[in-house]
T-cell receptor, first 113, second 110 residues
Framework: ETGVTQTPRHLVMGMTNKKSLKCEQH?????MYWYKQSAKKPLELMFV???????ENNSVPSRFSPECPNSSHLFLHLHTLQPEDSALYLC????????????FGSGTRLTVV | QKEVEQDPGPLSVPEGAIVSLNCTYS??????FMWYRQYSRKGPELLMY????GNKEDGRFTAQVDKSSKYISLFIRDSQPSDSATYLC??????????FGTGTRLTVIP
């Protein structure tokens, strides 16, 4: 399988639940990203990993916790979320942080109830 | 002021029409400009990439950048129903992160 794969595609969780989103890339890329996409808003960059090191955390609440165990896998751990966190969460990868051609996954549609 | 402004639409055109999609920006340091296409229930895919000012053509798609006006455009000729999607502009300054527009939703009516 090639490209960027995200699981699950859909997730409904209560505010007290703990869940994780998974992203996997088979492109040999060295940089991976988490974005949040909400209606009528630009994509919001959440986290950047380059060579498995977190290089950016854009003032994201601590209820979102990323993990990058190796260059092919990226996780977003979710805990005690709020209804306003409902959105499409997109994972992307690129050859390195300076390369503009990001490859996105299809996203996880998250609903917090 | 937002870094990147994009009219969210929606925009509906008949099949075969020429479509013009636009973005304006405020940061004069932006040098790399991209257009992404996002189909429903999918992630964005890179459609066009240009560096600095000028035009770039790829099949039915033409990207234009006017840095003096801080304005970029994507033209779609002979639009097809398969072009129906949301189009996002994105730009960056050097090695910094991408800034995205909100996206314009396009529907091409057969």
């Amino acid at each position: 399988e090639t490209g960027v794969t995200q699981t699950p595609r859909h997730l409904v969780m209560g505010m007290t639940n703990k869940k994780s989103l998974k992203c996997e890339q088979h492109l040999g890329h060295n940089a991976m990203y988490w974005y949040k996409q909400s209606a009528k808003k630009p994509l919001e960059l959440m986290f950047v990993y380059s060579l498995e090191e977190r290089v950016e955390n854009n003032s994201v609440p601590s209820r979102f916790s990323p993990e990058c165990p190796n260059s092919s896998h990226l996780f977003l751990h979710l805990h005690t979320l709020q209804p306003e966190d409902s959105a499409l969460y997109l994972c992307a990868s690129s050859q390195d942080q300076t390369y503009s051609g990001y490859t996105f996954g299809s996203g996880t549609r998250l609903t917090v109830v | 002021q937002k870094e990147v402004e994009q009219d969210p639409g929606p925009l509906s055109v008949p099949e075969g029409a020429i479509v013009s999609l636009n973005c304006t920006y405020s940061n004069s340091a932006f040098q790399y400009f991209m257009w992404y296409r996002q189909y429903s229930r999918k992630g964005p895919e890179l459609l066009m990439y240009t560096y600095s000012s000028g035009n770039k053509e790829d099949g039915r798609f033409t990207a234009q950048v006017d840095k003096s006006s801080k304005y970029i455009s994507l033209f779609i000729r002979d639009s097809q129903p398969s072009d129906s999607a949301t189009y996002l502009c994105a730009m960056r300054a050097g090695a910094n992160n991408l800034f995205f527009g909100t996206g314009t939703r396009l529907t091409v009516i057969p």
